[in-house]
Nanobody, 115 residues
């Protein structure tokens, strides 16, 4: 069973930074693409960034230029460094992967950005 556990969320002032981490287990992490999504209250869940097994990254317009996704295949972790945070970045952030055709999600970590 694939398990994803996020950490690193919290309360930060606008303009501040946070670093989210996702610890994966139960999968061959080296062959899995990894994603960060976020979901604000009452909104749909949207992708923020992705990283391929080889480290190729992709960002949506949500946080392009303000977020950096990275992975450590030795430690089965993926991180999302977020800078210059804004109040509209407030959301629950989820780690996600697709593994042999199945979708797996973490429980999410709350990020609150105060103005």
């Amino acid at each position: 069973q694939v398990r994803l556990v996020e950490s690193g969320g919290g309360l930060v002032q606008a303009g501040g930074s946070l670093r989210l981490s996702c610890q994966a287990s139960g999968a061959n992490f080296k062959i899995t693409p990894m994603y960060w999504y976020r979901q604000a209250a009452g909104e749909q869940r949207d992708m923020v960034a992705s990283i391929s097994p080889s480290g190729i990254t992709n960002y949506t317009d949500l946080m392009k230029g303000r977020a950096t996704i990275s992975r450590n295949n030795a430690w089965n972790t993926v991180t999302l460094q977020m800078n210059n945070l804004r109040p509209d970045d407030t959301a629950v952030y989820y780690c996600h992967t697709k593994y042999y055709g199945r979708n797996f999600w973490g429980q999410g970590t709350q990020v609150i950005v105060s103005s």
